[in-house]
C-alpha cells in the first residue's frame, strides 16, 4: 500500500489522485472519480471534492491502495 503524506487537515480526492499520479490533470480525475473507479475506505465515491483525512485509505480500480498519512 502506498503512503501519501499532507500538510493539512485534509486533501480533496481530485488532489490526492493529482500529488499521487494516478491523473495527470484535474479534468482526468474528475472521469475517473465520476466513473465509480475510486473508493474512501470501502464506499463508493463519485465526487471529486470529497474530503480525504489522515487515516483514510483510498482505492483505485480494485489494485492501488492509498494511505493518507499527515505530516505533523
Not at 7 to 19: D, H, P, R, V
Not at 60 to 66: G, L
Request: positive net charge; glycine residues 12%.
Amino acid at each position: 500500500m502506498e503512503s501519501v503524506l499532507i500538510s493539512g487537515e485534509y486533501i480533496t480526492l481530485g488532489q490526492l489522485l493529482k500529488m499521487s499520479g494516478i491523473s495527470q490533470t484535474g479534468g482526468q480525475a474528475k472521469f475517473i472519480i465520476m466513473d465509480g473507479r475510486v473508493k474512501v475506505n470501502g464506499q463508493t465515491i463519485r465526487q471529486r471534492g470529497r474530503k480525504v483525512f489522515p487515516g483514510d485509505v483510498v482505492e483505485i480500480d480494485k489494485s492501488k491502495r492509498i494511505r493518507v498519512n499527515s505530516e505533523e
